[in-house]
């Protein structure tokens, strides 16, 4: 089956520093890849829609240039979140689409990220 | 090799159907299983199991787990248009410190008026 990794699976680190979180599609290639956070018992919250070859497209309220997305190739995209706060602090998954799979989503086992 | 198996694929029924929703998984760790509705963006949060036998219930939806086993349904009775949607199950498993997720690939639900 399709199978997305994400590394690293935990991030810890200061205030004010940024982290590059990166997924990749390990068997198969993703022209559109999903990145969400999620919060504790609730839903996954929607980010960003990443297209290869081309610029995210955010959610509303999701700023832009805090959390850089960059879908270089069609294994791999990254979300790099700057000058990261406390705030920040979350459980951030992928999710990969296969071109041809409907919109069957493969999701990525998800990087907790805690900053100080 | 964790694995997150849900079945059927696809199921349509009629609007008042009752149906079953399947999800059974091999893990190394267990913490929990948890139930989303997926429409057409984020999934949505439904039910989070982590005891055998104790159902959850939600208006029409209702979920249990069974941890001898190694699976969990979700049931929905008196089916609405609105219930139209992919259902996936993940299990959330501890991994040295971490937490890991493992997703199902989802049942899609289609009903038919």
């Known amino acids: 089956g399709a199978v997305v990794s994400q590394h690293p699976s935990r991030v810890i680190c200061k205030s004010g520093t940024s982290v590059k979180i990166e997924c990749r599609s390990l068997d198969f290639q993703a022209t559109t890849m999903f990145w969400y956070r999620q919060f504790p018992k609730q839903s996954l919250m929607l980010m960003a829609t990443?297209?290869?070859?081309?610029?995210?497209?955010?959610e509303q309220g999701v700023e832009k240039d805090k959390f850089l997305i960059n879908h270089a190739s069609l294994t791999l995209s990254t979300l790099t979140v700057t000058s990261a706060h406390p705030e920040d602090s979350s459980f951030y998954i992928c999710?990969?689409?296969?071109?041809?799979?409907?919109?069957?989503?493969?999701f990525g086992p998800g990087t907790r990220l805690l900053v100080l | 090799e964790d694995k997150v198996v849900q079945s059927p694929l696809s199921l349509v029924v009629h609007e008042g159907d009752t149906v079953t929703l399947n999800c059974s998984y091999e893990?190394?760790?267990?913490?929990?299983l948890l139930w989303y509705k997926q429409e057409k963006k984020a999934p949505t949060f439904l039910f989070m199991l982590t005891s055998s036998g104790i159902e959850k219930k939600s208006g029409r939806l209702s979920s249990i787990l069974d941890k001898k086993e190694l699976f969990s349904i979700l049931n929905i009775t008196a089916t609405q248009t609105g219930d139209s949607a992919i259902y996936l199950c993940a299990v959330e498993m501890p991994n040295f410190g971490n937490e890991k997720l493992t997703f199902g690939t989802g049942t899609r639900l289609t009903i038919i008026p």
């Open positions: 893990v190394t760790n267990f913490r929990s």
């Open positions: 999710s990969a689409q296969i071109p041809t799979g409907g919109e069957t989503q493969y």
């Open positions: 990443s297209n290869e070859g081309s610029k995210a497209t955010y």
